[in-house]
């Protein structure tokens, strides 16, 4: 064998080589692994602090933005609401003035008021009106009373030619609430239309 031919020395020697460097290795092995490690959790608290960073960041972004949103919500409420109290307005001044411009009327300027001429609106006017706003003619079988009977009679029938009670006064007043609920509808669309386009 070889190591009986080598001299102790020279193997004491060897082997103490062999150790130093395995030790060597070993030390190294630590201070490296240990460097690593620093590095790594150096490397990642740099991570979590860049996340909680752009994280705060985007909350708060993302804050400011439904700020904006509410504000701009809040906004065109109080216009839409500001408006819907202009429309009531409107309508009461023109209620007030119903009795007065359905009641009398002159023939030509400067000449005396006279009542107005008695206007008769038919029944079957008064069903054709109500078709044309889309209003429902009662269901056969359901259970009606007599003044809505009179408001839906049968085409082609003397019944719709009877006198429906309906005034010029009645007609406005219809329109004026007819006026206020459309001009409100319009008023919701164009605050929504607006708000979405501010968005």
Known sequence: MVLDRLPTGL???????????????????????QYAE????????TLKTTHAEQAGAAEKENRLQLQQQVARANEAEALLF??????????????ERIPH?????ISAPG??????????????WLRDFNAALGVPAPRPGTTTTGAEKAAWPATGTDAELLESGVTPADI???????????????????A????????
Do not use: M
């Not at 500001?82 to 209620?95: G, S």
């Open 11 to 33: 193997l004491f020697a060897g082997l103490a080589c062999v150790i130093s460097a395995a030790a060597s290795g070993s030390i190294a092995y630590g201070f490296g692994f």
């Open 38 to 45: 620093a590095l790594g959790n150096s490397n990642l608290q």
């Open 82 to 95: 500001a408006t819907f109290d202009r429309h009531a307005e409107e309508k009461r001044q023109l209620q």
């Open 101 to 105: 411009v359905t009641t009398q009327y």
């Open 111 to 124: 000449a005396v008021a006279r009542p107005i001429p008695r206007c008769v609106f038919t029944a079957g």
């Open 172 to 190: 406005l007043a219809h329109a004026q609430d007819y006026g206020l609920w459309s001009r409100s509808i319009l008023a919701q669309l164009n």
């Open 192 to 199: 929504l239309l607006d708000l979405q386009e501010k968005d």
